[in-house]
């Protein structure tokens, strides 16, 4: 790798480091201040002229001062004359804003795209888009990168004779049935009505589950909505254990509250795409960070990045 230079903003630096360490690159300082009247204000203490410069941040709580700090750290490069800027955004939390499902509202995922793209974005590399649709909200190259062989290879320590992949609806079903074809295994899916951010109802499984050992699959737990009412949907069944998987585990509001409630969760699995959890019993974070290394590596030395996934193996 040549003339590349990391920064991270406040949102993750644990995954930054981390990722840094891989490549074995010293992760680039900066700082961020706020004016008195609120405003911030970001620099960037390292050359960026003529540089490759990546810059970390996932979208997570705070999300809008996370989104803020990465504009303008991006912008901060393309003004110091840096040669190509990538956005290495592990979750973008916009990208559940797809859709224009009400009257006169914005769709956020496309609207922060283009942002990204103003602020000076020559690249995004980011994993787990909730739709496929929010990719082709970019007018710059993304990188999309699954976490699926990285949590495939955690369950494959186990026994799988008896077990099924469950999704909570069909729009998650392709994923799971990629993850079950992985595992070997099975795959079912709840049929799910969402009535509010954090409610829904799934009525019925289909699918074979009764008496089997469930890994329920989605790419998102926030609030925990939809884990929760398929756990319910599952039991209904007489399954035999059940585990949970995700790309991105947020855990907000109450979704802690919400689990720690479920005492026949066998185990929760989720990745660092964004910082994990305090107090969340029987939880295993699995690491992406060497994947998105292998991915900056690749993009640095004009290398492919899709064929990180062609055979489905795994980096460590």
Request: glycine share 6%; proline share 4%; charged share 20%.
């Amino acid at each position: 790798m040549t003339d590349i230079t990391i920064f991270s903003g406040h949102a993750h630096r644990e995954f930054a480091e981390e990722m840094c360490a891989i490549l074995g690159l010293e992760l680039s300082a900066s700082r961020l201040s706020r004016f008195s009247n609120d405003c911030l204000q970001v620099q960037l203490r390292a050359n960026c002229r003529r540089r490759d410069v990546y810059i970390v941040q996932p979208l997570v709580p705070p999300v809008q001062e996370n989104l803020m700090e990465l504009l303008m750290m991006v912008d901060a490069a393309r003004g110091a004359s840096a040669d190509h800027v990538t956005v290495v955004m592990p979750h973008y939390a916009y990208a559940r804003s797809d859709k224009k499902d009400a009257p006169r509202i914005s769709i956020g995922g496309r609207l922060v795209a283009d942002l990204l793209h103003t602020a000076g974005a020559n690249r995004v590399l980011t994993m787990a888009l909730h739709a496929q649709q929010v990719h082709g909200f970019f007018s710059v190259p993304v990188d999309h990168l699954t976490a699926l062989p990285v949590l495939a290879e955690h369950f494959r320590a186990r026994d799988l004779t008896n077990t099924v992949v469950v999704s909570p609806d069909f729009g998650n079903a392709k994923e799971a049935g990629r993850f079950s074809r992985m595992l070997g295994v099975g795959m079912a899916a709840g049929s799910k009505q969402r009535q509010s951010d954090d409610r829904v109802v799934i009525d019925t499984i289909v699918g074979d589950v009764a008496g089997k050992d469930v890994i329920i699959l989605d790419d998102e737990i926030a609030t925990a909505g939809s884990v929760v009412e398929l756990l319910e949907a599952v039991r209904r069944y007489g399954v035999r254990s059940i585990s949970v998987a995700c790309t991105h585990g947020l855990f907000t509001g109450r979704a802690i509250e919400r689990l720690q409630a479920e005492p026949d969760i066998t185990e929760i699995v989720t990745t660092n795409t964004v910082p994990p959890p305090v107090g969340l019993p029987n939880l295993t974070v699995a690491s992406v960070a060497p994947l998105f290394a292998e991915a900056v590596k690749r993009i640095n030395c004009g290398e492919s990045v899709s064929s990180l996934f062609s055979d489905e193996r795994t980096y460590g």
